[in-house]
């Protein structure tokens, strides 16, 4: 029989830790794609279908390059605090940070190579 009071049997149970940063932190990135991703779909679908050289040309102006950045950024950053959640809720053990790790690792190289991209296009 053990001799633990309800604060201590509760302890390390339930998000305790970031949950609140991490709620407010989604619900920042939510809005801000919000606005961004109906910004990109009209300045990509105003070029979608284009030659390649009319594409560079457009993408060398400010305004699509830095929305597309933005979009991408927003967006890996979003996908990656989505998948940590999922992965905290459903995994447990070594397994748990592992996958939080790679994940994390995946979702940021996407967004450089994303970043890359749109950098060389407009540069």
Not at 27 to 47: H, N, Q, R, Y
Not at 69 to 92: A, N, P
């Amino acid at each position: 029989m053990a001799f633990l009071t309800d604060r201590k049997r509760a302890t390390g149970l339930g998000s305790s830790k970031t949950g609140t940063e991490h709620h407010w932190q989604m619900m920042v990135s939510s809005v801000a794609l919000l606005f961004l991703i109906p910004m990109f779909v009209f300045t990509f679908g105003w070029i979608l279908g284009s030659p390649y050289e009319e594409v560079i040309a457009y993408y060398q102006r400010p305004f699509p390059a830095v929305v597309a950045i933005l979009t991408m950024l927003v967006g890996f950053f979003h996908f990656r605090g989505g998948v940590q959640t999922l992965i905290e809720d459903y995994v447990h053990g070594f397994a748990r940070k592992a996958l939080i790790i790679g994940m994390i690792c995946l979702s940021y190289a996407a967004a450089a190579f994303a970043i890359f991209a749109i950098v060389r296009i407009a540069l």
